[in-house]
T-cell receptor
Framework: DVKVTQSSRYLVKRTGEKVFLECVQD?????MFWYRQDPGLGLRLIYF???????EKGDIPEGYSVSREKKERFSLILESASTNQTSMYLC?????????????FGDGTRLSIL | DQQVKQNSPSLSVQEGRISILNCDYT??????FLWYKKYPAEGPTFLIS?????DKNEDGRFTVFLNKSAKHLSLHIVPSQPGDSAVYFC????????????FGAGTRLFVKA
């Protein structure tokens, strides 16, 4: 069974801090994703990666960056946290990008920026 | 501009009855459609999918119907059970557009015992 693990369930940070959210998957998946989930907006893609050291912008990349140094680990970085980045962050992985390959999600990190 | 729309934020159904969750999309290039289920404090989990070459896919109590001409799909749950109470996300993707999956806003289903 695929396991996607996010390092923190809850995180509270201050405005202007640099914030790291970590995600690890154990199924040797090529693709990894970072989403944020907000009420009424569903899941919005921030960044994704289809290979080590490769990254692609999603729909809302502003204020975020990512790092994928190893296949199993995908990090989301908030360069200078702002209150509008308070949200639920979800990491996912998938075997393929095409077609009906489902994504496997972690349990999320609820991030509050004060 | 929401390419995938779930217009009902919530739905309440009696146990044993049918639940019908709807999803509309605007991008005719979408070829693949998936439904995910999310319980509180957990990540979404894949439920069922359909490709655009089919109009129906069934898995146990769950059936997804696709109407390409109307750009509409629906998820039927029969019979509904209290354990089905969750948020359901519709998602769509295609072979173009960078392979991104677009999610709807979700519908919260309440199944009353």
């Amino acid at each position: 069974d695929v396991k996607v693990t996010q390092s923190s369930r809850y995180l509270v940070k201050r405005t202007g801090e640099k914030v790291f959210l970590e995600c690890v998957q154990d199924m040797d998946h090529e693709n990894m994703f970072w989403y944020r989930q907000d009420p009424g907006l569903g899941l919005r893609l921030i960044y994704f990666s289809y290979d080590v050291k490769m990254k692609e912008k999603g729909d809302i990349p502003e204020g975020y960056s990512v790092s994928r140094e190893k296949k199993e680990r995908f990090s989301l970085i908030l360069e200078s946290a702002s209150t509008n980045q308070t949200s639920m962050y979800l990491c996912a992985s998938s075997l393929g990008l095409r077609g009906l390959q489902p994504q496997h999600f972690g349990d999320g990190t609820r991030l509050s920026i004060l | 501009d929401q390419q995938v729309k779930q217009n009902s934020p919530s739905l309440s159904v009696q146990e044993g009855r049918i639940s019908i969750l709807n999803c509309d999309y605007t991008n005719s290039m979408f070829d693949y459609f998936l439904w995910y289920k999310k319980y509180p404090a957990e990540g979404p989990t894949f439920l069922i999918s359909i490709s655009s070459i089919k109009d129906k896919n069934e898995d146990g109590r769950f059936t997804v119907f696709l109407n390409k001409s109307a750009k509409h799909l629906s998820l039927h749950i029969v019979p509904s059970q209290p354990g089905d109470s969750a948020v359901y996300f519709c998602a769509a993707s295609g072979d173009t557009g960078g392979f991104k999956t677009i999610f709807g806003a979700g519908t919260r289903l309440f199944v009353k015992a």
